[in-house]
């Protein structure tokens, strides 16, 4: 790991500045599970890290505050998933999120990994973090996984890079149609949560549309109907703390015995966060049964592309979507 300095700042402005003087050199640090393995991979060599905890006064506050918006939330991006995981307070409406936050990672590492760190993690496909080969997000020409071992790969949306978007908070915020509040040298801007990510058809080496100087303040839930439910599911090779195999993210209301308002988000099965308008045109406005549940699900990988070592998660994250909707709709599983 090449030496750095550690710049404190006190308010957004001059961070939001200073990173955007110099930004190859320069990184911000919130958290910092994956900036430190980044630069322990040697991924990346900054001069400086810009510490966001440092920020002060209103500014900070919104960073690490979580509070109730006209039946919303607003979620600081420095909030911790530990905190996130912890919180009573979403209740049904908002589970999946506390859900999300509660199965990433290990307790240690949620109680430092903060809520913007992780939406804007950087993939942990093994030919990307191996400094030696030079993919095509470092700006090779190929991505090695169309060939080599793509066990944990992309099915939905990938090419030119075949990549799975790393963030499990990200999965619960879009079956939530969340949005981020961003602060930048121009002003703050807002950014629905579908519009944060960036595929690899548009920029193989980027994953959000961030900008340089752009800084995350924080995560916007919309409101929620006393009826609206949501769960999030995941299978892993270890459950204990291991990255998904595949993950689902659900929210509906049932009223008057039928389906409105429904998300279904699927994870680590495209280069992003992935919103399966299939499986909802199936649900939506439908009476809730296990046979309409298996259609939806059908419907949600029904333009899947396993490459070669990765057909298993078509099945995997299909079963993962019945459970998860017999889960918020009270239906019993099929026998």
């Keep these: 790991m090449n030496p750095f300095s550690l710049v404190r700042l006190s308010t957004l402005s001059e961070v939001s500045a200073r990173m955007a003087q110099a930004p190859e050199t320069r990184r911000l640090r919130a958290g910092g599970i994956d900036l430190i393995d980044r630069l322990k991979e ?34 600081g991006s420095l909030v911790t998933l530990a905190q996130l995981a912890s919180f009573a307070d979403f209740a049904r409406p908002f589970a999946a999120i506390r ?32 400094v030696d080969l030079i993919c095509l997000k470092k700006g090779g020409a190929q991505c090695f996984a169309l060939t080599g071992d793509n066990r944990y790969h992309a099915i939905l949306g990938g090419g030119p890079s075949f990549i799975v978007h790393p963030s499990t908070l990200a999965l619960a915020l879009l079956a939530h149609d969340a949005s981020v509040v961003v602060f930048s040298p121009k002003g703050e801007r807002t950014i629905a949560i579908a519009d944060l990510f960036v595929p690899p058809s548009v920029d193989p080496s980027r994953e959000h549309a961030l900008a340089p100087g752009d800084i995350m303040v924080t995560i916007e839930l919309p409101p929620a109907s006393a009826a609206q439910r949501s769960t999030y599911l995941a299978v892993k090779e270890k459950q204990s703390h291991d990255w998904p195999l595949g993950e689902v993210a ?5 009223t008057g015995g039928k389906l409105s308002g429904v998300r279904v988000a699927l994870g680590h099965v495209a280069p992003i966060p992935w919103r399966s308008g299939e499986a909802e045109a199936v649900l939506e406005g439908q009476a809730p049964s296990a046979e309409l549940f298996a259609r939806a699900a059908q419907a ?16 995997l994250v299909e079963g993962l979507l019945r459970q998860a909707l017999h889960s918020i709709c009270e239906v019993p599983l099929p026998e």
Excluded at 46 to 73: F, Y
Excluded at 250 to 254: L, M, T
Excluded at 303 to 312: F, T, V
């Design 99 to 130: 859900e999300a936050a509660a199965s990433a990672a290990t307790p240690g590492i949620r109680n430092a990994a903060t809520a913007g760190g992780n939406l804007l993690q950087r993939p942990r496909c093994w030919y990307y973090r191996h």
């Design 250 to 254: 659900v929210r509906a209301s049932v």
């Design 42 to 75: 040697g991924l990346e060599a900054p001069d400086e890290l810009v510490e966001l905890r440092a920020v002060a006064g209103d500014d900070g506050a919104r960073m690490t505050g979580l509070a109730e918006r006209k039946g919303g939330w607003s979620i």
């Design 300 to 315: 949600a990988l029904s333009k899947a592309k396993p490459l070669e070592h990765n057909g298993y998660k078509i099945p």
